[in-house]
């Protein structure tokens, strides 16, 4: 099993670009979420799915969008990119939503926005 | 809403000593807590995590944790550390307010001397 993957794993955009992050799992996991990481602030959930189909907003999903299409895929798109949106970016999976999963991490996305 | 302390932001240790960081939650009532670690270079991944039961987990490499309700803390210890635990450590609490997303610390980089 590859886990989770994300690419790519670094990306410099212009202020006003937009851009795909993906990210793929192959353990058949129901759960899903993106998060950015920033300096002295730990992670931050963006957006995260429950299931193919179902997606929702975290605490800081504003200029961000994501859909859930196949269990596998979980992209996350920057709709006009920003320099507050640089940042590390990471996806996680889990087999299930809930109080007691363990949640297993992609190795991340720098991105820079300029 | 539920926040997460990790006062520690920088812990720099030698070899063979002992280890202590902190992690403390504000809000009371029924919580999950979560300890992961990030090895460089290396994703995120779980060190241990307590839901009930004994209030001192035992996860990987020589890692516990300690769940003091009244202190609403969550501290991780390691009696003898070695150069490979150098890494950056994040507690994390999840909670039926958070739909029990996850709501991270700011994390702890931790260096080893040889």
């Known amino acids: 099993n590859a886990g989770v993957t994300q690419t790519p794993k670094f990306q410099v955009l212009k202020t006003g670009q937009s851009m795909t992050l993906q990210c793929a799992q192959d353990?058949?996991?129901?759960?899903m979420s993106w998060y950015r990481q920033d300096p002295g602030m730990g992670l931050r959930l963006i957006h995260y799915s429950v299931g193919a189909g179902i997606t929702d907003q975290g605490e800081v999903p504003n200029g961000y969008n994501v859909s859930r299409s196949t269990t596998e895929d979980f992209p996350l798109r920057l709709l006009s990119a920003a320099p507050s949106q640089t940042s590390v970016y990471f996806c996680?999976?889990?087999?299930?939503?809930?109080?007691?999963?363990?949640?297993?991490f992609g190795p991340g996305t720098r991105l820079t926005v300029l | 809403a539920q926040s997460v302390s990790q006062h520690n932001h920088h812990v720099i240790l030698s070899e063979a000593a002992s280890l202590e960081l902190g992690c403390n939650y504000s809000?009371?009532?029924?919580?999950?807590l979560f300890w992961y670690v990030q090895y460089p270079g290396q994703h995120l991944q779980l060190l241990l995590k307590?839901?009930?039961?004994d209030p001192l987990v035992k996860g990987i490499k020589g890692f516990e944790a300690e769940f003091i309700k009244s202190k609403f803390s969550f501290n991780l210890r390691k009696p003898s550390v070695q150069w490979s635990d150098t890494a950056e450590y994040f507690c994390a609490v999840n909670d039926r307010d958070s739909n029990y997303q996850l709501i991270w610390g700011a994390g702890t980089k931790l260096i080893i001397k040889p």
């Open positions: 307590y839901f009930s039961g």
């Open positions: 353990m058949n996991h129901e759960y």
């Open positions: 996680a999976s889990s087999p299930l939503a809930g109080a007691y999963n363990e949640q297993f």
């Open positions: 809000y009371g009532g029924t919580v999950n």
